[in-house]
């Protein structure tokens, strides 16, 4: 086989053998660039393709989150322009539980991870209770409920919001949300709530 190319070779005139030689190099040089440079260029075209529908993804899914938070915003601002202002009850001491299960089932339905929850009776100093006199909440005891939880903010606001909206009396005490560093869309929080037990 290659003494018949070699015959070839030698048969072909001197302007046959330039061109065969420039046609060898030509692919020499096309085989050697797509081997060590295009490869590894269409490798990283590959990932950051995949990096860019993720980002988008993540974007059109904040996006929704969004929406529904401007919904709620609206929702709210119509219920309290209705001027029906929902009683509140106050529960006795013996259904602090029934009220914990109900905190627990709103945030299963709002998709929040409870990782603890402890309620804890409010202790009252010498001056709290003289300033407690006067006021017509000093016959009920204080309870704090704290929660630590997993969630986002779409979430948290949709389960702070039906919190309020319970028939029990439930308020905002204190919020802390920290970062979650392994999911960027979820935020660990640490949420009180204060109650009022007969």
Excluded: W
């Excluded at 709290?128 to 979430?155: C, E, M, N, Q, R």
Aim: no cysteine; aromatic share 8%.
């Amino acid at each position: 086989m290659t003494a018949k190319l070699k015959d070839l070779f030698e048969k072909a005139t001197s302007d046959s053998k330039k061109i065969i030689i420039i046609v060898l190099f030509a692919f020499t040089i096309f085989y050697l660039d797509y081997s060590l440079v295009l490869k590894a260029q269409i490798s990283n075209l590959g990932k950051l393709s995949s990096r860019a529908l993720k980002t988008k993804s993540d974007i059109d899914k904040l996006q929704k989150e969004l929406l529904a938070v401007k919904d709620i915003k609206l929702k709210q601002e119509s219920e309290g322009a209705s001027g029906q202002e929902k009683t509140k009850k106050i529960i006795g001491e013996d259904q602090v539980p029934a009220l914990l299960n109900e905190i627990s089932e709103i945030a299963n339905k709002n998709q929040i991870r409870i990782n603890q929850i402890k309620p804890a009776k409010v202790t009252k100093d010498a001056k709290s209770l003289k300033s407690a006199k006067a006021t017509p909440v000093s016959k009920f005891g204080g309870y704090t409920i704290t929660l630590d939880l997993s969630s986002d903010y779409h979430h948290l606001g949709s389960f702070i919001n039906d919190l309020e909206n319970a028939e029990t009396f439930l308020s905002v005490d204190d919020l802390k949300i920290v970062p979650n560093a392994s999911d960027y869309f979820r935020q660990n929080i640490k949420l009180v709530l204060k109650t009022y037990v007969k």
